[in-house]
Nanobody, 125 residues
Framework: QVQLVESGGGSVQAGGSLRLSCARSRVTLIRTCMGWFRQAPGKEREGVAAIQTSNSRTYYADSVKGRFTISRDNAKTTVYLQMNSLEPEDTAMYYC??????????????????WGQGTQVTVSS
């Protein structure tokens, strides 16, 4: 059973940065799509970013382009989400997820096989 564990959340002021990590156990990152999602209270879940680890292609929601960067470290089976220039609107619970494959048309859909428990990000103005 694949396990995903997020870390790195916290509270920051607007304009600050955080780096989220998603550690994956049991299965390496090769030929896997890893995605980050977020959900704020009262709002729908949003696909934030994803990376297809076999070719390193990345995908981003328009709301985070230019501010967030997704990357992976195959050796450590970890995926990162570097979040810069954070805004209060980025406040949410952030989840990582895994599926065999993704592309620009489906990375933001919720059809991922495995999910982590989430890490809270709070941005104050």
């Amino acid at each position: 059973q694949v396990q995903l564990v997020e870390s790195g959340g916290g509270s920051v002021q607007a304009g600050g940065s955080l780096r989220l990590s998603c550690a994956r156990s049991r299965v390496t990152l090769i030929r896997t799509c890893m995605g980050w999602f977020r959900q704020a209270p009262g709002k729908e879940r949003e696909g934030v970013a994803a990376i297809q680890t076999s070719n390193s292609r990345t995908y981003y929601a328009d709301s985070v382009k230019g501010r967030f960067t997704i990357s992976r470290d195959n050796a450590k089976t970890t995926v990162y989400l570097q979040m810069n220039s954070l805004e209060p609107e980025d406040t949410a619970m952030y989840y990582c997820a895994a599926r065999p494959y993704c592309d620009a048309s489906n990375y933001a859909t919720g059809d991922y096989a495995y999910w982590g428990q989430g890490t809270q990000v709070t941005v104050s103005s």
